[in-house]
């Protein structure tokens, strides 16, 4: 409970700075009621372009973020990990981070064990992080991974968020200064959703696995490219975070 109470304000306190020193902007793009965040099992987030997306606590309920505080693991690349600083600001900001190696050996099967055992899953599906230019690291085009398939096989019911994040490239690029840009716009989208309905498709009525698995992929590529705001420039009926 300590560690959960100093957690959690450690996300006040990020929520205050997005706040104060950014514009945060939400847009629902599903119906939703209060009572959704309360069963939220999974949190899907695309368009992963910065190690400052934590600001994104700005536009979260506060009672979610004790929520989180207690009950989120997030599985973090060992290169990422392993980073000066990052890898201790990881462990201080989730109750539970696995670091994998982005191949299906023990690291993964840890991380699995963790979604059997109910915890709240947050995932970056494209397991890499945008660059300035488009690509990746290692200059390969952006793309869903295939592990979403398999934590979403694991969580059988309750609801899962998929974020479209506008991209903080205009406020800190990758590898080109640590320091942040201020009074920005932070902007994302999201679907509440319901995981059993969503997943259908892809488990219930696919073919068989693989073609589960590259239709899912398929579905969240497309979905990222219709829903993901333009970062920088306002669009109509703004959601204020004071009204979720």
Known sequence: MIKQCSRFMLYLSIKVVGRVFYRPMLRHLTPYSRSDWKEIKLICFLNHTSLYEPLFFSVLPVSFLWKCAGDVVIPVADKTVNRPLVGQIFNAIAPKMVSISRKRDETWEEFMNLVRSGYLVTIFPEGRMK????????????????????????IKEGKMIVAYSGGLHHIQVPEEGLLPKLFKNLKVNIEILSIEDFKKPFYEEAKDARHGRMALIQELETRMKVNCPPAEFPYPEMESPQSI
């Open 131 to 154: 660059r300035a230019n488009g690509l990746d690291s290692n200059g390969k085009p952006m793309s869903v991974k295939g592990g979403i398939y398999d934590i979403l096989n694991l």
